[in-house]
Each structure stands twice: as C-alpha cells, then as structure tokens.
C-alpha cells in the first residue's frame, strides 16, 4: 500500500488542505506548531477512519474529538487515495463527525468498496494491509516516544516485540495477559485450602455449611415425622385406654345402680320390720346363765377316778434308800491298760524264748600269731615233695657235646690243609711254575677263607643248638629241685617255732577246730545282742504299763504284772457295784410318778365335789331340783336350751337391724332413695357417653383393681401421649424449613459451580495462551532475524554481522564482527534506535497480509538525537523506502538539510509546512522543487 | 354428577433460584391456589373435589402446611373431598394424610390398589394411593370393575403416550396405557403427576393448577368434570394460576455499554410483576462489561428476576478475521476454535476469556 495524497476538508486547523506523498520517503518538515501532527493525524484517520459506536466514547476518542474537530466548521471531513499492491487505486472518505457518509471508492471502476474493509461501522483502509485501525496504529506509525521508550528502557525492545507478536501490538503481550489471567484466577478462584479466604474456599465452605444445614433440617423434619407418628399413636392409645377405663366405670356405675336399686327396696323392706326402731333385748339372766354354763361345762369336763397299782411310793422310797452308790475308777479295763498289757506279755514271752535259744561257748583257743590260713599254707608247704632229675637228660648233654668237639677237629685239619696249599702255591708262583703254583695258592686262601672267616665256626648248625637247648632242660630242672627243697625246709622252721606239729595232717586238724571255734564265738555274740535288745523292749513294755495304770489312777508299787491283775480285779469290783447303783434313777422316777399319780387322784376327788356342788347349787336357783347328778344335768341342759332359742330371735332381729343400719348410714331413708337415684343417673349417662346403652366389658373377679389397673394405664398412657406431644409441639418450633434450606443449598452449589466454571475457563484459557504465545514465538523469531540480519550490516556499517531472537522470550541478541553475542538492548543508542526501527519494519512485513506493503508514519523520531545518529536513521528510511513507503514528520534542520541533499523527485517528497503564523492550509510542497 | 379436579399442588416445593422471599412468596402463593381451587368448588356448587396426588412434598411439608390444609377442606363442610396420594405425597404412618384429624368430609385412598366410592347412585369412583415414593405398579395392572354402572378412577400415574411431552426428566410412576382404562371398564380417568395439562378422550391430566417453574406450557387451571349416566364426560377448565410468572429473550445487540444493557432490560421488564426469567440473546460489543449475576437485582415490580446467558449470546469478536492474524491472539483463537474437547459455551467462554485477558481487561470472567 502507498498512500499518495491527504485531503482535509476540515481537520482540525486544516480546511481545504491537501497533502500529497511519494511512493518511497517524504518528508512534511515543519517548526512547531505548523501542524505536523495535525496532518499526522488526518493521515491516520484518513486512511482508517473512526469506529461508529452506540453511546459513549472512550477519553482517548474523546480526546481526539477535542483536538481535531474544525475550529469553525461543521463539516469535519478527510480523505485519503491510496494504490495498493494489486493495482487498485482507493479512494476514502470519512465523515468524523456523523460517521454517515463515509466510504471506500475504487477509483477506477466507481464502485464502493466499504464492505470490503468494514470495521466497527466505518470503512478502515488498514484492513487492506490485514490490519486495522488499532493495530495499524501500533504497527506503522511510530512515534518519538517510542524510540525514546527503547533509548530508555531498554527492556522494552523486547516487550514491544511480545506485544506485537501476541496482538499486533494493540494490547498486552502474552505474558502480560498470562499475569492477568492467575491474578484473576487468585482474586476471584483461589485455592481450596484450609484458611483460605477466596471465593472457591468460600464456596466450598458455604456449600457445606448448606449442606449441613440441609441435613439438618431434613433429620429434623424426618424426626418431627415420626415424633408426630409416634404421638398420633400415642393418642390413639390414650383414647383406647380412655375408652375401656369408660366402658369399665359404666359396668361397675351399673352394677353399682342396680345394687343401689336392690339396696333400697331391702331398706324399705328392713325399715317396715322395724318401726319402733332397734330390738330390745328379751332375757337379763346373763350373769345365771354364765353360771349354768359354767357348772355343766365343770360337771362334764369333771376328771375320771383312777388308782395306780404295784409299789407305793413310800415302799418305793425304801427301795432306794438301801442302794450302794456308784463307785469312782474304771468300771472296765481301760484300752491303754489293756494294750500296754498285750505290750509286756509280748516282750515278756519273747524274752523267755530267746533265753532258751543261747548257744554254746567254744572249745579250742587259736594259735597265737597263725591265722587258719597260715595253718592251712604251712601244712601245704610241709605236705610238697621234691620233685626228680630227668635221667636221660644227662646222657643227651654228653653226646651233644662229644658231637660238638669232633666237628671242631674237622675244621681244624681243613684249615691246615688250606694253608699248606697256600704255602705251597704261594711257592709255586714265585719259584714253580706259576700256573700250577697260583691255582694252588688260591684253593688254599679259599679253604681258609671259607674256614676262617665263616661265622658258625665251620660246624654244623643242629650239632651246637641241640647242645644248647639239652644244657638248658637239665639246668631248669636242677633249679626247681633246689627250690622246692628250700621251702620245705624254711617251714619246718616255722612250725617248730611256733610249738606246732610239722606233720601236715595234724596241721590242717588244728586249723579246722579253729575255724568252728570262730564260728561258735560268732554266734553267741550274736545272740548276746538279741538278747539285750529283747530285755530293752521288755523294760520299755514296763514302762509303758506303768504309765498307763498310773494314767488310771493306780499307783503302781510292785511288779507291773501284778499290778495290772490288781487293776483287773478291782475293774471287775467296780462294775458290779456300778450295775446296781443304777438302778436308782429308774427308781426315783417311779417314785416321782407314784406320787404325782397319788396328788391327781386327790385334786379330781376335790374337783368332783366342787362340780357337783355347783350343779346343785344352779339347779336349786334354775328351779331344776332334782334329787341325782344325772337329773340334775338334765334340767340345766333343758334350761339353756329354752334361753338360746329366745336368744337366737332377738339376734336376728337385731342383725336386720344392724343391715338397716349399715344400708343407710349416716342417711335417711329418703336420702337413701335420692342417692339410688344419682347412682342410676349415672350410669346412664357414662353409658351415654360410652355410646352404648349396655357396656360391652367383661369385669374382672376384682373389679376395684381392674379400675385401677385402666385409671393407671390411662393415667400411664396420657402422660406419655403429652410428653410426645410436647416433645411435637417443642420440634414443630425447632423445625427449619427443609425447603429454605434445599433453596440455600441449591444458591451455593450454584455459586461453587460458576466458581469452578470459571477457575476451569481461565485454566483453560491459560493453557491455550501458553500453547498460542510459544507457536507464534517460535514462529515470529526467524522471520524477525532474517529481516534484520538483511539490514544489520549496512546500518551498523558492518559493525554487527549476525542477530538471533530467542524463541522463548523474543530477546534480541546481535554478534559483533569478532563473532561476541551482545543483547541488542544494550547496544549504543545509536545502534538500538536503528535495530529498533528494523524491527519495527521486519514487525510491520510480518503483520502485513501477503503480497501488501504497510507504509511507516514517523513522528520527530529523529529530534532527541545527535547529528551522526540522525544521519544514519535518516539513512536506514531512505533505504527502507525503496521497500516501502515512509512518511516522516520532523521539525529539525538537520532533516531537512539531509532531504534537501538526498531525496529525490519523484521517488521521494519533501513537503515544508508553513510556519505557525501563516494560514494552516498552505503548504509548500517541494517536491517539486527536489531535484531528479 | 360434576367433580372439580386438581393435582400437583406440591405445597412446600423448594424454589432454588428465586431467593428467599420469592421463594418464601411463592410457596404461600401455593397455599392460596389451595385456597381458590376449594373457593371455586363451592363456587360451582359440584358434588365433590377431588385431587389426583402430589398435593404436597412429604419430606418438606410443614406443620402449619398440613394445619392449612386440613382446614381448608374441612371448610368445605359437607363436600366431599378425595384424595389420592402421589409419588411425592405417598402415603406412609408418617405423611400428612396419617398424622391428620381430617374432618368428615374428607376420604383418603388408602390402598395401593383401585378401591371404590360410591358417589351417587350407579356412579363408582375408583382410587388408589402411591404407599411409596417409587416403583409404584401401575394401577390399571390386571384390574377390572367388578359391578355395574358408571366408573370414574382417580390416581397419579403416568399414561404413556404423554410422557414424551412432559419434557426430559419427569420419570413415569404408575404406568399406564390408555387403552387400559377401557379394558379396566372405567369410563374415564382423572388423572395427576404430568404437570402439562391434558384433556384425552378417556383421562384428564388438569396439570399444576399454580406454575411451579419457566417454561411450563398449557393453561393452570382445575377441571371441572361432568359425568352423565351414561358414562360421557364433558370437562371444562378453570384457570387458577396466581402466580404471574415471565420467561423473556432479550436481544442485547447493539448494547455498547453495560449501561446500555441495563437500560435495554428495564425497559423490557418495567411492566411486569410476580416473576421473571430473562434470557439475553445477540451479539453483544466486545467493550460490554456484562454479569448477568449482577443484572438479577429484583425492580420493585418483581418479586424475583433471574438473568441467565443465553447459548445465542455471543461476543463480537470478528473470530475469523483474527485467527488470520499471525499472532498470538490469533493462534489462540485458531486453536480454541479448532478444539475438539469443548463444547459451545465453554468455547465461547475461553475465547472471550483469553481475548480479554490480551486487551488488558480486568472483567475476565465470560458470560
């Protein structure tokens, strides 16, 4: 797109103003004031117009209103031509005050082309460029701010990178839009934890909270049900109860009506029987009849005659005068006596039979210093015979040894032989012929080599051991006679020493008596200690019998033996006094019976004279004089007889009057009818009430605890039918509006859901952005470094060689010609402000729709540096312009100088405004005076 | 003989959305179309009343409620009323029909099976009570009459054929055919629990005769039914409905402000009264700061307002001319629009969401 003129038809100062550009770079150069920024702004809004909204308009718009609406005219109009890249010339026209008539006119064919770049109402030229009117502002204009913001900050290279890589520079950068979105996610969302206070720990709590309230209410509610169930129960059985305690007061009201009814006509009956009132009594003998009672009870209760037989009681008494008494001691033999008794007997009889068993003493005294076996061993030693010389023993050692000694004469001869022959060899050699002497010498030294030097002597081997062997044999024997021989000898010493025969048998007689001698010692010692020990036993049995008569009182002077046949007898003495003492209790009974037997007899003689005389005595006051007991009886039984008949009358009489009495009371007869009468009147009216005219209830044998037992079940029910209604009327009070709470409820799962809603929106959001912003960077940055790496060394007069931007954050790096990486924000300023410019132009290719070009607005970019710099940027546009157009605005000499050398028609324009006092709408257009 | 029907009272229903006082209000309202359903009985001077179930919610009726309405019938004296409890009034030792000393003229269905009434000579009423909150065998299962003459049912139960257009969410209790009604030898049968109101040749669903929520349909009305003796049935409807209640669409295109919204929604609703529902449809300026939780503040007028997104509600973002665009808001768009695991409003939320979050905005959270 090249914008090729601007008409005003009043903006601001302007009116029936035309500015006219050049395709590559012009400049509208101006002091202040002359309306640099005047026609900045017509040229912008020429070309993108104005948003058409309803109501109100921001302070920025409202601010532009202000400062280019005409000063004097209603017709508040530009417009603008362009050529795009297709070939398309466009005509725009605004109207900014009305937005009415504003369009887009291909000027070629005539034909309205707004639909084509629509845009909030109003035709927008920067949407031919795939712009529109905000991005293009933040796309293409630049202004001295801007650079300025680089030179300052110069983190804000990079930021105005990200915000032109997230919106076209619009709004925010991405990251800033990130911030954004987890503040809001803090503010609004929060975190579900425990003390905290954002609205999704809010909402969880009041949810629950909610939750709880709804439960409660519905328990309650479901509790107030079944309370009221419960008590509707409850009442039902009280009514049940009420009714079968009133069915039971209406029987027992009825009973009581027709008793009262049968009551009354006795009372009226009883009450005719007895008009005089109470009965009098007929009889005032009491006290005679007590008497008459009192005598026939006497006369037949009178005791009966009896006399006891056998001994009297004063022969009796006699009897038991001339009893011995009971003697003291043992009556039998006490069991200690008894067995301390079969004690001694048996150590007494043990005694005697062993005495009889003592051996006799013994015989013979023994050798003195000779044990039996020494005897035994001499008589054996005596008793041995010398044994005898083996005869032919001898002759053997003879002829052994005559062997012997011609075999060593053999030997002898042989040797002298040799030596002759040695000799004679020895001789032929040295004088002879030495082959017969030497043959000789050598038998010789053979014979006696073989003679001399052999070890048995030369003899044969049989010959010298026989001889040996027989030598032996004879010596043994010699030996063993010899000792046998001594030993006999030294014992015949030792007998006669000791006085005793050496004959052999009279040893061995002397030494069997002295073996039964022992053994007869042996035994008496042996019976010797029996003995004793029998004696002890039978002092110990002694003892023993003493102490157990003692025990019993005897005092034990002589043998016990004898004491004990004492005891015995005196044992035997005793009991036969015993036997007859004891009669004496039997006795004395007998006696105590006799005479109590004796005194009765006597007391029913007394009281059958007392009996009798009372029957007399009533029978004379009775009129009943007869002249026997019997008769008398008789007429006292016959009177008592007349008086209980006359009795039992007037009782009966006065048992009626009793019941009469007992009917009314304290009442009269009249008030008795009056309470029958109350009784009837109700029990019709609990019948009444009973809804019967006859109550249908079985009354019990007990009617009285029947009552009680339905008044108390009543009384048990009704208590309980008003502690559940209480407990009902209590919870209906209590009660929470179970919808209330379900609504309650329902608002804060409704509040937790939008609140999750929305914390699931921005976490999604969050993720696209995040997806988006590292794509589009990744994208952007190669086109953004091919760009300026194009441009970096004719700019930087090949100072910097190569550029990077970082994918992740879009930090701009430059590599120095000594191949050093530097970050391009903080090169000079120089260098930034043309990186920055670069940038700006590889930003607006980026944006740019394909196959477009967007032109560059440069506001007095170039006024707050030197002349170098100015120089070089002013450089670096003329060069961009050959690409695009560029339109800069500046009030310096120093550009205008620069133009006046180096801008060329009809390329390039340089426009002079007119100073501030001239009329605004003139303008000195130079282009035309620049040369070719 | 001429009955007056009424069902779906559903006294003491919980009203979510409305607040507490509407909610409050409405539930009283409730109460008063009791009121003027036995109001209109005496009225048309009919020869009984009679309800076909839901009268009430058993876990949410107060006492005050079940005082209310043993009192309202035994007003009526000598009129017989029938009751035959519903799936949310069932009866039970512990429901309102139990608890209640109810006066003379009150007969409640109390088995769950059809049992009859003699209501004049020769004329049979029929009813049964749901003894559970579910699975209730459909009435009509195996029954037939078992004399002569004129046969009325009275149940709640769910006929088929109108399932389908009580809308999604009504779950049929006591199924029935209609064809079972004349297999049953019932010349008619009055009908309760199908909230839409249905006058069929051979039973009458009169619907709740107080609107118990948006978008009901039909008129809320009682019936009251003629029956001859010769089984014919003529019904006329009377309309009840006290509650005055509104859904509206309101078309915020053009609203460039949230003033403009503000001012555009007054206007719709100034004349109104009782309750509404406003649904905000159109193509609203990006610039439009809008939180429909914030435009439910209740005009005197009204008693509840309540302002929902509608789906047709959109932003007016040109979407397809920024995804041309070669930045990130662009790529953004592209992808959002492209996902496959969101549906519409959770896409329309997340584009209008990030796209506010790169305009700097501060009101992130989206309709």
């Known amino acids: 797109m090249r914008i090729e003129c601007v008409k005003a038809r009043a903006f601001g100062r302007l009116v029936d103003a035309e500015l006219r550009l050049a395709p590559g770079l012009t400049l509208v150069h101006g002091a202040n004031e002359a309306g640099k920024s005047t026609w900045h702004d017509a040229l912008y809004v020429g070309l993108c117009g104005r948003r058409r909204v309803r109501g109100g308009r921001s302070k920025e718009e409202r601010d532009f209103e202000e400062s280019r609406r005409p000063w004097s005219r209603e017709d508040w109009q530009v417009a603008v031509e362009i050529a795009l890249a297709d070939g398309r010339r466009i005509g725009l026209r605004h109207d900014l005050d009305g937005m009415v008539d504003c369009s887009a006119t291909d000027l070629a064919l005539g034909r309205d082309v707004s639909a084509e770049i629509m845009n909030d109402g109003t035709p927008d030229g920067a949407k031919f460029l795939g712009l529109d009117r905000r991005t293009f502002l933040a796309t293409a204009c630049v202004r001295q701010t801007d650079v300025l913001g680089v030179l300052e900050d110069p983190d804000r290279l990079q930021e105005h990178l990200q915000r032109a890589a997230a919106t076209a520079g619009r709004d925010e950068t991405a990251g800033a839009a990130l911030n954004r979105i987890d503040a809001y996610l803090s503010e609004h969302v929060g975190v579900n934890r425990a003390g905290a206070t954002k609205p999704l720990r809010r909402a969880l709590e009041a949810v629950e909270a909610a939750e709880r309230s709804r439960d409660r209410a519905t328990a309650d509610h479901e509790n107030y049900l079944r309370l009221a169930a419960a008590a509707d129960e409850a009442a039902a059985a009280v009514e049940g109860a009420s009714r079968r305690l009133l069915a039971v007061r209406a029987a027992l009201a009825a009973g009581e009506a027709r008793g009262g009814r049968a009551r009354l006509e006795r009372v009226r009956s009883l009450a005719k029987r007895f008009p005089e009132g109470r009965p009098q009594a007929p009889l005032d003998d009491d006290t005679l009849a007590q008497r008459v009672s009192a005598a026939l009870s006497a006369w037949e209760n009178r005791p009966e005659l009896r006399r006891p037989g056998g001994l009297s009681a004063e022969e009796l008494r006699r009897e038991i005068a001339g009893l011995p008494v009971v003697p003291d001691g043992d009556l039998d033999v006490h069991e200690s006596v008894n067995l301390a008794a079969q004690e001694l007997h048996g150590a007494r009889t043990a005694v005697e039979l062993h005495r009889a068993t003592r051996p006799e003493a013994p015989a013979a005294d023994p050798v003195a210093g000779l044990s039996v076996d020494e005897l035994r061993e001499l008589a054996h030693t005596l008793a041995q015979v010398e044994p005898e010389l083996d005869p032919g023993l001898a002759d053997r050692v003879d002829q052994a040894r005559d062997r012997v000694r011609s075999l060593e004469t053999r030997r002898r001869v042989a040797m002298g032989i040799g030596a002759l022959l040695a000799l004679a060899g020895g001789a032929g050699v040295l004088w002879g012929p030495a082959i017969v002497g030497a043959p000789l010498c050598a038998c010789g030294l053979a014979v006696l080599t073989w003679f001399g030097v052999r070890r048995d002597d030369g003899l044969p081997p049989g010959a010298r051991s026989e001889l040996r062997r027989v030598e032996v044999a004879l010596a043994s024997e010699q030996h063993l006679a010899r000792v046998a021989r001594q030993r006999r000898d030294r014992a015949r010493e030792r007998a006669e020493s000791l006085g005793v025969p050496t004959d052999p048998a009279a040893l061995r007689t002397r030494a069997d008596e002295e073996v039964a001698a022992a053994a007869a010692t042996r035994r008496l010692d042996e019976w010797e200690v029996r003995h004793g020990e029998l004696c002890q036993r039978l002092a110990r049995a002694e003892n023993r019998a003493v102490e157990a008569l003692g025990a019993r009182g005897v005092c034990v002077q002589g043998p016990a033996e004898a004491e004990l046949s004492d005891y015995r007898r005196e044992c035997q003495r005793r009991a036969g006094l015993s036997h007859a003492a004891a009669r004496r209790s039997g006795l004395e009974d007998q006696l105590a019976a006799r005479e109590a037997s004796e005194a009765s007899l006597a007391e029913a003689e007394l009281a059958i004279d007392s009996a009798r005389r009372g029957l007399r005595e009533c029978a004379e006051r009775c009129g009943a004089a007869e002249d026997t007991d019997e008769t008398r009886v008789l007429g006292l039984v016959g009177w008592i007889q007349a008086r209980r008949l006359a009795l039992e009358a007037h009782g009966a009489a006065v048992r009626e009057y009793a019941e009469l009495d007992q009917l009314l009371g304290d009442s009269s007869l009249p008030e008795f009818e009056d309470a029958t009468e109350r009784a009837e009147q109700r029990a019709e009216q609990l019948c009444r009430e009973l809804g019967t005219p006859e109550p249908d209830v079985m009354l019990e044998d007990d009617p009285t605890a029947q009552l009680l037992r339905l008044e108390r079940e009543e009384r048990e029910t009704s208590q309980e039918a008003q502690r559940l209604r209480g407990q009902t009327d209590v919870r209906t009070l209590q009660l929470q509006g179970v919808p209330e709470a379900e609504e309650a409820l329902e608002a804060a799962r409704a509040e937790l859901s939008r609140i999750e809603t929305l914390s699931q929106t921005l976490a999604r959001t969050r993720g696209y952005l995040v997806s988006a912003q590292e794509r589009v960077y990744r994208s952007i940055a190669p086109v953004l470094a091919d760009t300026l790496r194009a441009w970096l060394p004719r700019v930087t007069g090949s100072r910097y060689q190569d550029i990077t931007l970082d994918p992740a954050t879009l930090e701009v790096r430059v590599c120095e010609a000594t191949g050093a990486w530097r970050p391009a924000a903080r090169l000079s300023h120089g260098t930034a402000e043309q990186i920055y410019l670069l940038l700006r132009m590889a930003l607006a290719s980026h944006l740019t729709a394909a196959g477009e070009s967007c032109p560059l607005l440069l506001d007095d970019v170039t006024v707050q540096t030197d002349a170098a710099r100015t120089e070089a940027v002013l450089d670096l546009l003329h060069a961009v312009s050959r690409e695009r157009q560029v339109i800069l605005f500046s009030q310096e000499a120093e550009v205008l100088a620069w133009a006046e050398a180096r801008l060329l028609a009809p390329d390039d324009a340089l426009v002079r405004l007119a100073p501030p006092e001239m009329p605004a709408d003139t303008l000195s257009h130079a282009a035309d005076t620049l040369s070719d | ?367």
């Open chain 2, 1 to 367: 003989m001429r009955l007056l029907l009424f069902s779906d009272l559903h006294l003491d229903a919980p009203f979510a959305w409305a607040g507490p006082r509407a909610a409050s209000a409405w539930r009283q309202r409730l109460r008063e179309t009791l009121a003027s359903v036995a109001e209109l009985a005496m009225r048309l001077g009919v020869d009984a009343l009679v309800c076909g179930g839901d009268l009430y919610e058993h876990e949410r009726f107060t006492p005050d409620t079940s005082e209310f309405v043993r009192g309202t019938f035994e007003r009526l004296g000598s009129l017989p009323v029938y009751l035959a409890p519903g799936n949310h009034d069932w009866l039970g030792p512990e429901s309102m029909y139990a608890l209640n000393r109810w006066s003379e003229n009150v007969h409640i269905f109390r088995e769950d099976r059809l049992m009859p009434v003699e209501l004049a000579d020769g004329l049979t009423l029929w009813g049964a009570a749901h003894r559970a909150p579910a699975n209730t065998d459909g009435f009509l299962e195996g029954f037939r009459v078992d004399r002569d003459g004129v046969h009325v049912a009275l149940f709640h139960g769910s006929e088929h054929g109108s399932l389908a257009a009580q809308g999604s969410g009504k779950v049929p209790h006591a199924p029935f055919a209609a064809l079972q009604i004349q297999r049953a030898g019932i010349q008619h049968a009055l009908l309760g629990h199908y909230h839409q109101p249905r006058d069929a040749e051979y039973f009458t669903y009169p619907g709740n005769p107080d609107p118990l929520g948006f978008g009901e349909q039909g008129e809320r009305a009682a019936v009251e039914v003629r029956v001859e003796s010769d089984g014919r049935v003529t019904r006329e409807r009377h309309v009840i409905q006290l509650t005055k209640i509104h859904d509206l669409t309101v078309d915020l295109t053009g609203c460039a402000s949230q003033q403009d919204v503000r001012d555009h929604l007054r206007a719709q609703i100034a004349s109104l009264e009782g309750l509404a529902r406003v649904t905000l449809v159109g193509t609203l300026a990006t610039q439009v700061d809008l939180r429909p939780r914030e435009l439910s503040e209740t005009p005197a007028a009204l008693e509840a307002l309540t302002v929902r997104a509608g789906a047709e509600l959109c932003v007016a973002y040109d979407y397809d001319e920024i995804e041309m665009e070669p930045t990130v808001r662009g790529a953004f768009v592209r992808d959002v629009r492209a996902a496959g695991d969101l549906n519409d409003e959770e896409r329309r939320a997340v584009l209008v969401t990030g796209l506010r979050a790169l305009e700097g905005r501060d009101d992130l959270e989206a309709l």
